[in-house]
């Protein structure tokens, strides 16, 4: 079975201040992995997503994550936080066709 | 090229009833999927229809149905609401269910009370 662990359920940073999200997964093949963004009252937005090859990978927004396989973990960063970067983050593993498995979601917070 | 849209925005529904959600997927995306976010939580997985067909199904009891159409829109139905049916119902398009590669689109998501 495939899971994913987002550790802290809310993280708050200052504006202009490193973020830093943590999503740690667990799945029995190679898993491809995605982080999306959900503003208030609204879906779901792609962020990135790893599938194979380059570890790192460039996001929207600013956004990046880095594929680490001895770590089981795929943590979101952006150098420089935003306002506009308030918002719940989920983490997602995708090892069958057809579904994708989020994590219980981090509540990000800027203050100014 | 519009995004996937949901209807209705909102719906209150009481227990014993059924509903009906609507989607319509991107345009060109043949594959829609179904999820259930309640307060607090991440989507959890409903099924899943690829080509009119349903290919694959989460951990949710029969009443929990769906159709896909020759258009690929969609709809998702649940008969028999209980309280714990109150959620917000996200539906995802992809351009080929069964591509572990292929993004999920999600569309702003239908949010159901039920009283």
């Known amino acids: 079975a495939q899971s994913v662990t987002q550790l802290g359920s809310h993280v708050s940073v200052s504006e202009g201040a490193l973020v830093l999200l943590r999503c740690n997964y667990s799945?029995?093949?190679?898993?491809?992995l995605f982080w999306y963004v959900q503003y208030p009252n609204q879906g779901l937005q792609l962020l990135l997503k790893?599938?194979?090859?380059?570890?790192l990978v460039k996001g929207i927004n600013g956004f990046e994550a880095e594929f680490k396989k001895s770590e089981t973990s795929f943590h979101l960063t952006k150098p420089s936080a935003h306002m506009s970067d308030a918002a719940e983050y989920f983490c997602?593993?995708?090892?069958?066709?057809?579904?994708?498995?989020f994590g219980q979601g981090t509540r990000l917070t800027i203050n100014p | 090229e519009t995004g996937v849209t949901q209807s209705p925005t909102h719906l209150i529904k009481t227990r014993g009833q059924q509903v009906t959600l609507r989607c319509s997927s991107q345009?060109?995306?043949?594959?829609v999927s179904w999820y259930q976010q309640a307060l607090g939580q991440g989507p959890q997985f409903i099924f899943q229809?690829?080509?009119?067909?349903?290919?694959g199904r989460g951990n949710f009891p029969p009443r929990f149905s769906g159709l896909q159409f020759p258009n690929y829109s969609s709809e998702l139905n649940v008969n028999a609401l209980e309280l714990d049916d109150s959620a917000l119902y996200l539906c995802?398009?992809?351009?080929?269910?069964?591509?572990?590669?292929?993004?999920?689109?999600f569309g702003p998501g239908t949010r159901l009370l039920v009283l």
């Open positions: 995802a398009s992809s351009l080929e269910g069964s591509r572990r590669e292929e993004t999920q689109y």
């Open positions: 799945s029995s093949v190679p898993p491809y």
């Open positions: 790893y599938t194979t090859g380059a570890t």
């Open positions: 997602a593993v995708r090892s069958g066709a057809q579904k994708l498995v």
């Open positions: 345009s060109g995306h043949n594959t």
């Open positions: 229809y690829y080509r009119e067909e349903e290919n």
